[in-house]
Protein backbone atom coordinates (compact mmCIF):
# COMPACT_ATOMS: atom_id res chain seq x y z
CA UNK A 1 0.00 0.00 0.00
CA UNK A 2 2.90 2.85 1.02
CA UNK A 3 4.75 1.60 -2.47
CA UNK A 4 1.46 2.17 -4.40
CA UNK A 5 0.91 5.56 -2.39
CA UNK A 6 5.24 6.30 -3.25
CA UNK A 7 4.39 5.68 -6.54
CA UNK A 8 1.22 7.62 -7.34
CA UNK A 9 2.83 10.60 -5.57
CA UNK A 10 6.25 9.77 -8.01
CA UNK A 11 3.72 9.72 -11.31
CA UNK A 12 1.81 13.02 -10.27
CA UNK A 13 5.26 14.76 -9.46
CA UNK A 14 6.49 13.96 -12.78
CA UNK A 15 3.49 15.20 -14.32
CA UNK A 16 3.43 18.63 -13.11
CA UNK A 17 5.47 20.15 -15.10
CA UNK A 18 4.67 20.97 -18.84
CA UNK A 19 8.20 20.19 -20.32
CA UNK A 20 8.25 16.63 -19.05
CA UNK A 21 4.38 16.29 -20.37
CA UNK A 22 5.81 17.59 -23.38
CA UNK A 23 8.15 15.40 -23.17
CA UNK A 24 6.26 12.61 -22.78
CA UNK A 25 3.42 13.38 -25.69
CA UNK A 26 6.45 13.33 -27.63
CA UNK A 27 7.80 9.64 -26.76
CA UNK A 28 4.12 8.88 -27.03
CA UNK A 29 3.80 10.02 -31.16
CA UNK A 30 7.52 9.17 -31.69
CA UNK A 31 7.76 5.91 -29.45
CA UNK A 32 11.76 7.26 -28.99
CA UNK A 33 14.11 9.61 -29.61
CA UNK A 34 17.68 10.77 -28.80
CA UNK A 35 18.18 13.11 -25.89
CA UNK A 36 19.34 16.14 -27.84
CA UNK A 37 16.13 15.34 -30.48
CA UNK A 38 14.20 15.54 -27.14
CA UNK A 39 15.88 18.45 -26.19
CA UNK A 40 15.66 20.16 -29.63
CA UNK A 41 12.64 22.10 -29.65
CA UNK A 42 13.08 23.75 -25.65
CA UNK A 43 14.36 26.86 -24.73
CA UNK A 44 15.84 25.82 -21.78
CA UNK A 45 19.26 24.28 -21.47
CA UNK A 46 20.78 20.35 -22.54
CA UNK A 47 21.24 19.93 -18.38
CA UNK A 48 18.22 21.08 -17.45
CA UNK A 49 16.52 18.93 -19.97
CA UNK A 50 18.34 15.80 -18.12
CA UNK A 51 17.10 16.80 -15.29
CA UNK A 52 13.74 16.43 -16.55
CA UNK A 53 14.60 13.17 -17.90
CA UNK A 54 15.64 11.60 -14.73
CA UNK A 55 12.60 12.66 -12.34
CA UNK A 56 11.18 10.95 -15.07
CA UNK A 57 13.28 7.87 -14.72
CA UNK A 58 13.02 8.13 -11.63
CA UNK A 59 9.13 7.94 -12.22
CA UNK A 60 9.80 4.96 -14.07
CA UNK A 61 8.14 6.72 -16.71
CA UNK A 62 10.69 5.91 -19.25
CA UNK A 63 14.07 4.02 -20.07
CA UNK A 64 17.20 5.27 -21.52
CA UNK A 65 19.91 3.24 -23.18
CA UNK A 66 23.25 4.22 -24.67
CA UNK A 67 24.80 2.98 -28.06
CA UNK A 68 28.27 5.00 -28.50
CA UNK A 69 27.57 8.09 -27.50
CA UNK A 70 23.97 8.42 -27.73
CA UNK A 71 21.51 8.08 -25.14
CA UNK A 72 17.84 6.91 -26.47
CA UNK A 73 14.94 7.77 -24.50
CA UNK A 74 11.74 5.26 -24.75
CA UNK A 75 8.15 5.35 -23.23
CA UNK A 76 7.09 3.44 -20.05
CA UNK A 77 3.47 4.45 -19.78
CA UNK A 78 2.75 1.86 -17.31
CA UNK A 79 3.04 3.84 -14.10
CA UNK A 80 0.39 5.82 -15.89
CA UNK A 81 -2.43 3.46 -15.78
CA UNK A 82 -2.27 3.46 -11.69
CA UNK A 83 -2.98 7.43 -12.10
CA UNK A 84 -6.00 7.17 -14.73
CA UNK A 85 -7.51 4.57 -12.52
CA UNK A 86 -6.72 6.89 -9.34
CA UNK A 87 -8.77 9.52 -11.28
CA UNK A 88 -11.28 7.45 -12.68
CA UNK A 89 -13.63 6.88 -9.68
CA UNK A 90 -14.39 10.92 -10.48
CA UNK A 91 -15.86 9.93 -14.07
CA UNK A 92 -19.35 9.55 -12.64
CA UNK A 93 -19.35 12.98 -11.47
CA UNK A 94 -18.86 13.97 -15.52
CA UNK A 95 -21.00 11.30 -16.33
CA UNK A 96 -24.09 12.95 -14.67
CA UNK A 97 -23.51 16.12 -16.01
CA UNK A 98 -23.91 14.88 -19.36
CA UNK A 99 -26.65 12.75 -18.06
CA UNK A 100 -28.13 15.79 -17.00
CA UNK A 101 -27.13 17.56 -20.33
CA UNK A 102 -29.13 15.02 -22.25
CA UNK A 103 -32.22 15.21 -20.40
CA UNK A 104 -32.08 19.16 -20.96
CA UNK A 105 -31.69 18.21 -24.57
CA UNK A 106 -34.57 15.66 -24.69
CA UNK A 107 -36.98 18.56 -22.53
CA UNK A 108 -36.22 21.27 -25.28
CA UNK A 109 -37.53 18.46 -28.06
CA UNK A 110 -40.42 17.68 -26.11
CA UNK A 111 -41.21 21.04 -25.89
CA UNK A 112 -40.61 22.00 -29.47
CA UNK A 113 -43.01 19.27 -30.65
CA UNK A 114 -45.41 20.14 -28.61
CA UNK A 115 -45.37 23.93 -30.01
CA UNK A 116 -44.82 22.67 -33.85
CA UNK A 117 -46.68 19.38 -33.41
CA UNK A 118 -43.57 17.82 -35.48
CA UNK A 119 -41.16 15.63 -33.82
CA UNK B 1 -3.07 27.35 -24.21
CA UNK B 2 -1.28 28.64 -21.33
CA UNK B 3 -4.60 28.51 -18.96
CA UNK B 4 -5.11 24.76 -19.66
CA UNK B 5 -0.83 23.85 -19.18
CA UNK B 6 -1.05 25.78 -16.03
CA UNK B 7 -4.31 24.16 -15.01
CA UNK B 8 -2.77 20.82 -15.53
CA UNK B 9 0.65 21.96 -13.72
CA UNK B 10 -2.27 22.79 -10.39
CA UNK B 11 -4.35 19.64 -10.55
CA UNK B 12 -0.85 17.39 -10.75
CA UNK B 13 0.68 19.47 -7.95
CA UNK B 14 -2.85 18.77 -6.00
CA UNK B 15 -3.01 15.18 -6.67
CA UNK B 16 0.86 14.85 -5.54
CA UNK B 17 0.23 14.53 -1.72
CA UNK B 18 -1.42 11.20 -0.28
CA UNK B 19 -3.07 13.51 2.51
CA UNK B 20 -4.87 15.91 0.03
CA UNK B 21 -5.61 12.44 -2.12
CA UNK B 22 -7.40 10.68 0.83
CA UNK B 23 -9.52 13.99 1.45
CA UNK B 24 -10.62 14.54 -2.41
CA UNK B 25 -11.76 10.01 -1.72
CA UNK B 26 -13.36 11.10 0.84
CA UNK B 27 -15.14 13.82 -0.69
CA UNK B 28 -16.32 11.32 -3.35
CA UNK B 29 -17.79 9.18 -1.16
CA UNK B 30 -19.16 11.31 1.14
CA UNK B 31 -20.40 14.26 -0.78
CA UNK B 32 -19.21 17.08 1.90
CA UNK B 33 -17.31 17.40 4.73
CA UNK B 34 -16.44 19.75 7.90
CA UNK B 35 -13.02 20.63 7.69
CA UNK B 36 -12.63 19.10 11.60
CA UNK B 37 -14.14 16.04 10.42
CA UNK B 38 -12.08 15.47 7.35
CA UNK B 39 -8.83 16.57 9.76
CA UNK B 40 -9.82 13.81 12.31
CA UNK B 41 -8.54 10.85 10.80
CA UNK B 42 -4.90 12.36 9.67
CA UNK B 43 -2.05 12.44 12.36
CA UNK B 44 -1.09 15.95 11.30
CA UNK B 45 -2.45 18.67 12.90
CA UNK B 46 -5.19 20.97 11.65
CA UNK B 47 -3.16 24.35 10.34
CA UNK B 48 -1.67 21.44 8.09
CA UNK B 49 -4.95 20.35 6.90
CA UNK B 50 -6.22 23.74 6.38
CA UNK B 51 -3.18 24.17 4.20
CA UNK B 52 -3.28 21.14 2.06
CA UNK B 53 -7.12 22.46 1.51
CA UNK B 54 -5.64 25.61 0.70
CA UNK B 55 -3.69 24.17 -1.80
CA UNK B 56 -6.72 21.62 -3.33
CA UNK B 57 -9.02 25.19 -3.43
CA UNK B 58 -6.38 26.74 -5.54
CA UNK B 59 -6.32 23.91 -8.28
CA UNK B 60 -10.25 24.17 -8.35
CA UNK B 61 -10.30 20.82 -6.74
CA UNK B 62 -12.98 22.04 -3.96
CA UNK B 63 -15.40 24.47 -2.28
CA UNK B 64 -15.92 25.48 1.04
CA UNK B 65 -18.17 27.47 2.43
CA UNK B 66 -19.15 28.93 5.92
CA UNK B 67 -22.02 28.53 8.14
CA UNK B 68 -21.79 30.06 11.69
CA UNK B 69 -18.55 28.29 13.13
CA UNK B 70 -18.34 25.37 10.64
CA UNK B 71 -17.12 25.47 7.40
CA UNK B 72 -17.94 22.79 5.03
CA UNK B 73 -15.67 21.34 1.91
CA UNK B 74 -17.72 19.94 -0.94
CA UNK B 75 -15.47 18.46 -4.07
CA UNK B 76 -15.29 20.22 -7.24
CA UNK B 77 -14.00 17.37 -9.64
CA UNK B 78 -14.27 18.82 -12.77
CA UNK B 79 -10.53 20.06 -13.04
CA UNK B 80 -9.70 16.32 -13.39
CA UNK B 81 -11.57 15.53 -16.01
CA UNK B 82 -8.46 17.38 -18.23
CA UNK B 83 -5.74 15.31 -15.62
CA UNK B 84 -7.56 12.14 -17.32
CA UNK B 85 -8.07 13.44 -20.83
CA UNK B 86 -4.26 14.53 -21.13
CA UNK B 87 -2.91 10.50 -19.48
CA UNK B 88 -6.10 8.50 -22.08
CA UNK B 89 -3.33 9.03 -24.83
CA UNK B 90 -1.37 6.35 -23.54
CA UNK B 91 -4.25 3.80 -23.11
CA UNK B 92 -3.63 2.28 -26.28
CA UNK B 93 -0.35 1.10 -24.90
CA UNK B 94 -2.17 -0.67 -22.04
CA UNK B 95 -5.25 -2.20 -24.40
CA UNK B 96 -2.12 -2.98 -26.73
CA UNK B 97 -0.86 -5.87 -23.62
CA UNK B 98 -4.32 -6.46 -23.02
CA UNK B 99 -4.34 -7.72 -26.52
CA UNK B 100 -1.38 -9.72 -26.62
CA UNK B 101 -2.85 -11.66 -23.40
CA UNK B 102 -6.11 -12.38 -24.92
CA UNK B 103 -3.76 -13.15 -28.06
CA UNK B 104 -1.70 -15.57 -25.54
CA UNK B 105 -4.74 -17.43 -24.16
CA UNK B 106 -6.86 -17.79 -27.47
CA UNK B 107 -3.00 -19.89 -28.44
CA UNK B 108 -3.33 -21.83 -25.24
CA UNK B 109 -6.55 -22.72 -25.91
CA UNK B 110 -6.23 -23.95 -29.78
CA UNK B 111 -2.97 -25.31 -28.47
CA UNK B 112 -5.29 -27.53 -25.60
CA UNK B 113 -8.07 -27.85 -28.11
CA UNK B 114 -5.65 -29.37 -30.45
CA UNK B 115 -3.99 -32.09 -27.79
CA UNK B 116 -7.66 -32.93 -26.11
CA UNK B 117 -9.69 -32.85 -29.39
CA UNK B 118 -12.11 -30.54 -27.12
CA UNK B 119 -12.66 -27.16 -27.18
Given at each position: MVNYQESLNRTFAALVDPTRRAILARLEREGSASVSALAE?????LPAVMKHLDVLDDAGLITRSKTGRTVTVGLRPEPMREAVDWLRRYERFWSKSLDRLAAFAESKEIEATKRTGKP
Open positions: PFTIK
